[in-house]
């Protein structure tokens, strides 16, 4: 069977590319510019528009880039499910916060810590795990995350205090945060550069669909059964999913450093049993890997994207997940079950709607700008794709503000809702593929870093969007977010016009 990059060569047009090859020495990307200076032209593998394939895939078929577009397909709607299931994991229990708290004798606000420790210990589990997973690869790593998740839901559903639960989703978080620094990594891994923008989008919206869609199936567990049950189930669904990626999802991590491409090809059979030598045969643990994520915040083409999409992602999405239980009882007088439709369905759709015109588009606005260079694609020219987001997550913020303040009927609510999720998909996506281009080896790091400050930032809402509205009111300080995530926005707006030429080279995982 041909290899993907070569299906892709083949479809080129031959025309199309001997125009493109003619500049390909002034005007190729920085990482292959001084490979097609030194190798014919008709070396340099090529997509089906006649750009150069970045990056440049090996003649080893255990490299990812040489799969089949159906095991690619499997790998990464696998990968999408595990994010999927941590952040359902997450908020399943939102709409039950009544009757929990009632069980744990505690008040709505003390009992929304139980997934507010959940976020912020899946920002530290996904800082933690990502140097293991840059030796030993990220098959075993994200097996371990489906083994401990599937226990430690099931004790979080035993948990008879307000103690004991909130230690047991503590670790529940610190596990389930590994693919969700570690998926986008996985995403890079397999695809080229000119595609990433749609299978990033394909990733993003599981990741966020994931939080979006928990608070409508545990409204009706909450009915139906017991609180109990919004841990059991996730349980039951990551057992499974440890089942079937053990046995469909191969080994993603590929070195292509020289010496480790000199090495004899691992059999497919080593590479599924993790046998033999580790995914990474040339590199050991240093405590300075635990620190490289950190260090990723010293490049403003990774700091202001990241803090940007930690807003975004607070008051576009867990604002809305937190406040719910209390202020729908409040103003609509609702039950779980009504909670969680009117907060998860516009949440859900809003996302689905956003990624229509997220990855595509992201990859659209690529192609076109480096078709017009003659072939070099600039990272910064997807930035442009986010600019919708930008502006509808905080419209949607301030609509459901004033709804909830004016106590109008729950159809502007819900528009205000899905609104803000269209922008908070659409940013999302756009930052995942940006920091991507821009620093391709260090993308495990991107995602954990990215996936940090966003479950940070989650996290600390928690402590003050309920008492501010109640000191302002719910349409005033809903604004005040909104106009907070307006002004963040503008930070990296300068990237747009420098960030070409702030952007520095990283002198680590070269090789990958």
Excluded at 58 to 79: E, I, R
Excluded at 93 to 109: C, N, R, S
Aim: contains cysteine.
């Amino acid at each position: 069977m041909a290899s993907y990059p070569e299906q892709a060569n083949r479809s080129t047009n031959a025309a199309d590319s001997e125009a493109v090859g003619e500049k390909i020495g002034e005007t190729a990307t920085t990482e292959y510019a001084d490979r097609e200076k030194k190798e014919p032209d008709s070396q340099i593998l090529r997509d089906r528009h006649g750009l150069p394939l970045v990056p440049q895939p090996s003649s080893d078929p255990m490299d990812p880039l040489n799969w089949s577009p159906w095991l690619k397909g499997t790998v990464l709607a696998q990968v999408s499910l595990l994010s999927f299931t941590a952040l359902l994991s997450a908020s399943l229990i939102a709409p039950t916060y009544v009757p929990l708290g009632e069980f744990l004798h505690e008040d709505l606000v003390t009992t929304a810590y139980v997934t507010s420790v959940f976020i912020a210990c899946a920002g530290i589990g996904s800082l933690f795990w990502i140097p293991f997973s840059n030796i030993y690869g990220r098959r075993p790593i994200y097996l371990l995350s489906l083994l401990a998740n599937t226990a430690f839901l099931v004790a979080s559903g035993k948990s008879k205090s307000y103690g004991e639960i909130m230690a047991m989703r503590a670790l529940n978080g610190f596990f389930a945060g590994i693919p969700l620094g570690l998926g986008s990594a996985t995403v890079v891994d397999l695809f080229f550069s000119y595609e990433r923008g749609r299978y990033m989008g394909i990733y993003t919206v599981m990741l966020i669909t994931g939080g979006h869609l928990a608070p409508v199936i545990g409204g009706y567990v909450a009915k139906n059964l017991t609180w109990q049950w919004c841990f059991y189930i996730p349980s039951i669904i990551t057992a499974a999913e440890f089942i079937i990626f053990a046995a469909t999802v191969p080994e993603t991590l590929f070195s292509r450093a020289p010496e480790a491409l000199a090495r004899p090809s691992k059999p497919w059979t080593e590479n599924m049993l993790m046998i033999g030598p580790r995914a990474h045969p040339t590199r050991t643990l240093h405590i300075v890997d635990f620190f490289r994520p950190a260090q990723l915040l010293l490049y403003p083409e990774v700091f202001f994207p990241t803090l940007y999409y930690a807003i975004i992602f607070t008051y576009g999405s867990i604002l809305f997940i937190i406040s719910s239980a209390n202020l729908f009882r409040q103003i609509y007088h609702y039950m779980p079950q009504q909670t969680g439709l009117l907060l998860g369905l516009p949440l859900t759709i809003g996302s689905l709607l956003g990624e229509t015109s997220a990855g595509w588009v992201s990859d659209y606005i690529s192609r076109t700008r480096a078709i017009a260079r003659g072939g070099e694609r600039v990272p910064e020219d997807r930035l442009l794709g986010m600019i919708p987001g930008a502006i509808l997550t905080p419209l949607g913020i301030i609509i459901e503000g004033v709804c909830l303040q004016k106590r109008t009927h729950w159809a502007g609510t819900a528009m205000g809702i899905g609104i803000a999720s269209v922008g908070y998909q659409i940013v999302t996506t756009a930052v995942y593929s940006y920091t991507a281009e821009c620093h391709k080896p260090q993308a495990s790091e991107l995602g954990a870093i990215i996936s940090f400050s966003r479950q940070l930032m989650g996290f600390t809402i928690g402590f003050y969007a309920i008492p501010l509205s109640a000191r302002i009111g719910i349409q005033n300080a809903w604004i005040t977010f909104a106009f907070i995530s307006v002004g963040i926005y503008l930070l990296t707006v300068p990237l747009l016009f420098w960030g070409r030429k702030w952007r520095r080279e990283i002198d680590w995982h070269k090789d990958l």
